[in-house]
């Protein structure tokens, strides 16, 4: 696999864990407002797997986990490789994903080496090809939402409010659509650096809107929270 880096120790990618962010090169969608279009390009300046490790070691005295991220990680088949090697240093794995392949995440489970799950919903079922930039079926995605709905894995969905493809219409549908999730959190849209330039001259939601947001979907979700203000 192709890892890009390892990152930091931060407060808000695990939630109550401190940990560190291992990110994988490649991605099987071209979401326009992407925010690491080297990653979703498949850059191949990163570090080897040894090294990555090492890194990691180094930090396991100050982290709970490790986030492993992207690009797409489920897109690399010695993901299960990669996840057992950081349980075995005794720490939790979360995997960041946008949920196209359910069976690498089935694998994960059912392995028993990922501790948390969180799924990209990019925009309601209907229209993922705005949001993907590809021709996603929608269905694909629902049968993920479902296996995690199902499952007894921490998992958490969340939805990056862009403005021309996320509104109170798009959230309404949504909620409708992953009614009965654990967890949704609405993060806000960061416009300095996306796949498409012509995502970064658009201006992100202000505040009151994204709280707007917030009150739309508590009426489908229990715990909702906002992300990135």
């Known amino acids: ?3 890009s880096k390892v990152q930091g120790i931060s407060l808000i990618d695990y939630p109550d864990k401190l940990s560190c962010l291992l990110f994988l090169s490649g991605c099987n969608l071209a979401c326009p407002f992407c925010q690491n279009p080297d990653l979703v390009n498949g850059e191949k300046n990163g570090i080897d797997y040894t090294k990555a490790i090492e890194d990691i070691e180094k930090r396991k005295r100050f982290i709970d986990g490790v986030v492993i991220t992207g690009g797409e990680p489920t897109i690399h088949s010695d993901l299960h490789l990669l ?3 950081i349980k075995e240093m005794g720490l939790a794995v979360k995997v960041d994903t946008n949920g196209y392949l359910l069976e690498p995440l089935k694998g994960l489970v059912s392995e028993g080496i990922v501790d948390y799950i969180a799924l990209d919903i990019k925009a309601s079922l209907s229209n993922y090809k705005k949001a993907c930039g590809k021709e996603v079926g929608g269905e694909k995605i629902r049968e993920t939402i479902e296996f995690l709905k199902s499952s007894k894995i921490e998992y958490e969905l969340r939805t990056t409010c862009v403005p ?5 219409e798009e959230i309404e549908k949504i909620g409708r659509e992953i009614q009965g999730a654990r967890r ?3 993060q806000q849209f960061q416009n300095k650096k996306t ?5 970064m001259k658009i201006m992100p939601y ?6 707007g947001l917030k009150e739309i979907a508590k009426r489908y979700i229990e715990k909702i929270e906002i992300r990135g203000m």
Do not use: A
């Open 1 to 3: 696999m192709e890892i």
């Open 206 to 211: 202000c505040q009151e809107y994204l709280f």
């Open 195 to 199: 796949l498409d330039p012509n995502f």
């Open 184 to 186: 949704w959190f609405l």
């Open 83 to 85: 996840c057992k090697k």
């Open 164 to 168: 021309t493809i996320i509104d109170e």
